[in-house]
């Protein structure tokens, strides 16, 4: 079975500071892997996703994830922080068969100014 | 291009009492997912459609039913409502096929259960 591990359930970073946000998957196929992000009352937005192409990946609003095969990862950064970054991320998993995502538990990132 | 939408944004219900979800998807998709949010259990996948067919299903009790029509458009029901039902039903459309594709969230359906 498939499943995502989202380490930090809060993160914390300063404005203009890296954003690091941790995803490890389990999976016995090929993943695909995504990461969303979720603004208060609202629902999830796409941020990038990797699709066995290349393994660096570059979303919107300055985001970019690295899959990782070796160490089962695809952790998400952001080289600058800014406010409008706070909101909570999910990393998730899906394979072949079907539409079928796997979430992590979720990161909320705070940004203080 | 409209996004995903979904009726009703918010919902009060009391237990036993059963309610309907619907979910609008992207012009064009032709898979509709139906995931259910709650702060202890975080995202949970309940069922996926497909040309108005159920191609993928999640844990959920028997209470828990959807379908999709000809157009697309899809609903959920829930049935017999628990307390533990309160949650976002967050409703997402793809293109659909071949799997997996990307998958575009409505803002959800927030139910509450009293």
């Known amino acids: 079975a498939q499943s995502v591990t989202q380490l930090g359930s809060h993160v914390s970073v300063s404005e203009g500071a890296l954003v690091l946000l941790r995803c490890n998957y389990s999976?016995?196929?090929?993943?695909?892997l995504f990461w969303y992000v979720q603004y208060p009352n609202q629902g999830l937005q796409l941020l990038l996703k990797?699709?066995?192409?290349?393994?660096l990946v570059k979303g919107i609003n300055g985001f970019e994830a690295e899959f990782k095969k070796s160490e089962t990862s695809f952790h998400l950064t952001k080289p600058s922080a800014h406010m409008s970054d706070a909101a909570e991320y999910f990393c998730?998993?899906?394979?072949?068969?079907?539409?079928?995502?796997?979430f992590g538990a979720g990161t909320i990132l705070r940004v203080k100014s | 291009k409209a996004g995903v939408t979904q009726t009703p944004r918010y919902l009060i219900k009391t237990r036993g009492q059963q309610v309907t979800l619907s979910c609008s998807p992207i012009s064009g998709h032709r898979s509709v997912s139906w995931y259910q949010q709650t702060p202890g259990q975080g995202l949970q996948f309940l069922f996926e459609y497909f040309s108005e067919t159920q191609r993928n299903k999640g844990n959920f009790p028997g209470r828990f039913s959807g379908r999709q029509f000809s157009n697309s458009r899809s609903e959920m029901n829930v049935s017999t409502l628990e307390l533990g039902d309160s949650a976002l039903y967050l409703c997402?459309?793809?293109?659909?096929?071949?799997?997996?594709?990307?998958?575009?969230f409505g803002p959800g359906t927030r139910l509450l259960v009293l």
């Open positions: 990797y699709t066995s192409a290349a393994t």
């Open positions: 997402a459309s793809s293109l659909g096929d071949p799997p997996p594709e990307t998958q575009y």
């Open positions: 998730a998993v899906s394979d072949l068969r079907g539409n079928k995502l796997v």
């Open positions: 999976s016995s196929v090929p993943p695909y």
